[in-house]
């Protein structure tokens, strides 16, 4: 099925579209639809073509776009639950996910590479940022934005506990080119200062 842009403008579905963030998905992570499912997309896609094959009148266009907008928020429902029902496929995404961020924060480059990107850990995981935004605040309630976060963090707070460094060289270490930028992430993650962090440990 396809829908000119043009079609969806001044209606309300022009201000939402933008939300549906299955749009931003790879070819590889399609929608696993049970029969059930299917039942009811086709139903919604017959709706739409039974209304654009019919007399055209004023209520016409505003009819095919509520179809329209119905089947999206169908597809994300159930992009939703492949994402708790495909529980092991999932799983075993998170599972990467940590042994890839341990395994950078663990390296001894991080002043080379700087801090991961969602770019960079969507591509070694094989899957569109989009989609793994999606999956990661099914799961966990947090971005990968957030989870890179606190990951750092948490090497942070080894690296304060368990060292001499100052801040300004576990900042360096961590791939920040200032330990300001640094130390700003810190106390909104750990809701206290690296100094005062590692204080609390003498």
């Not at 935004?133 to 948490?154: F, P, V």
């Amino acid at each position: 099925m396809l829908i000119h842009p043009d079609f969806l403008w001044y209606s309300e579905l022009v201000k939402k579209i933008s939300h549906y963030e299955f749009f931003g998905y790879a070819v590889n992570e399609a929608l696993f639809l049970s029969e059930k499912e299917e039942k009811i997309l086709n139903r919604i896609i017959e709706n739409i073509q039974q209304e654009y094959h019919s007399n055209i009148d004023k209520f016409s266009k505003q009819i095919i776009i509520s179809h329209i907008e119905t089947l999206l928020n169908y597809s994300e429902r159930f992009y939703n639950r492949q994402f708790i029902t495909r529980e092991k496929a999932h799983h075993q995404v998170l599972e990467c996910l940590e042994n890839l961020l341990t395994a950078y924060f663990s390296s001894d480059d991080l002043t080379l590479k700087g801090l991961p990107t969602v770019q960079y850990v969507a591509e070694k995981l094989n899957v569109s940022q989009s989609y793994l935004g999606s999956l990661l605040r099914t799961l966990t309630g947090q971005n990968t934005q957030q989870h890179i976060h606190i990951k750092l963090i948490e090497k942070a707070k080894e690296k304060l506990s368990t060292t001499n460094l100052t801040i300004s060289e576990i900042a360096y270490e961590l791939g920040f080119e200032h330990s300001q930028a640094f130390s700003r992430l810190f106390k909104s993650k750990a809701n206290q200062s690296p100094l005062e962090f590692r204080q609390s440990f003498n």
